[in-house]
């Protein structure tokens, strides 16, 4: 199977792959005048047939369109900040069951000192993020927003499924709300470790968020996205 890498644009004919990607190309997987790989712009995937391999760019012709399609349904996640080696793992995770938009939250239970070190790691989210595109050949890398609050991130979500993962008793279970579901779009929020408080459900509730819950059982934040996505990708998707 070939690899998959994006670019900033397809030039009429030709496209260039720079930065990161082209270091990889020519470095670790030493590419050749004459290989094949598939390039996307972020709309579309075309074949493209290397034609030069440079110390800082790998040029390609363009040669046929490949047949291609944006996952469904189009889902934002609202990811609550936790330790970084799970907050990661999730976005890795995410990318690769289709969501499309990452918010990061700085909920009112995650650990300060994470949330003042999250915009640091921005770029390194951003690669994570490239990469897992690539790795499941996406057509588009998952848009990273900047840092939210709960309540900000639940007033400025409009449209589509909203869902509001809850470990409080009475919380319906997940599958009573997608089994009346019928929109190709989703918003979903995933609290930190300690889960929401009182004042951050009612914030999700005055946003259009039902609560929902996924079991009895307690799952760890990086657990619950995989969990989640998968039944909405089940219950929305095509």
């Given amino acids: 199977m070939r690899r998959r890498f994006f670019v900033e644009q ?16 020519a470095r670790v997987l030493r590419a050749e005048a004459g290989q094949l790989y598939e390039l996307s712009d972020g709309e579309r995937v075309r074949l493209g047939r290397v034609e030069r391999v440079g110390k800082d760019a790998v040029e390609f ?15 934002t996640l609202l990811l609550s900040i936790v330790k970084f080696d799970a907050f990661e793992w999730a976005l890795e995770k ?37 990469e897992a595109s690539e790795q499941s050949r996406r057509v588009s890398v998952p848009r990273l927003e900047p840092l939210s609050t709960a309540a900000e991130a639940f007033s400025t979500s409009s449209g589509g499924c909203r ?24 918003v979903l929020a995933i609290g930190p470790e300690g889960g929401w408080t009182d004042a951050e459900i009612a914030a999700a509730r005055a946003g259009g968020f039902p609560e929902a ?22 219950a929305l998707g095509p």
């Fill in 10 to 25: 397809f030039a009429p004919g030709r496209a260039v792959l720079g930065g990161s990607g082209a270091h990889h190309l």
């Fill in 61 to 75: 012709a363009l040669l046929e369109e490949i047949p291609s399609r944006e996952p469904a349904p189009k889902t």
């Fill in 94 to 130: 995410a990318t690769e069951l289709g969501v499309c938009r990452v918010v990061p939250l700085g909920a009112a239970r995650s650990e300060k000192a994470l949330i003042l070190a999250a915009n640091k790691r921005a770029e390194r989210w951003r690669k994570i993020l490239l």
């Fill in 163 to 186: 869902i509001l993962l809850s470990e409080r008793a009475g919380a319906p279970p997940l599958k009573s709300l997608l089994v009346r579901a019928t929109e190709a779009e989703a």
């Fill in 213 to 234: 819950s996924l079991g009895t059982l307690i799952l760890r934040t990086e657990t619950a996205v995989i969990a989640a996505l998968a039944a909405l990708n089940y």
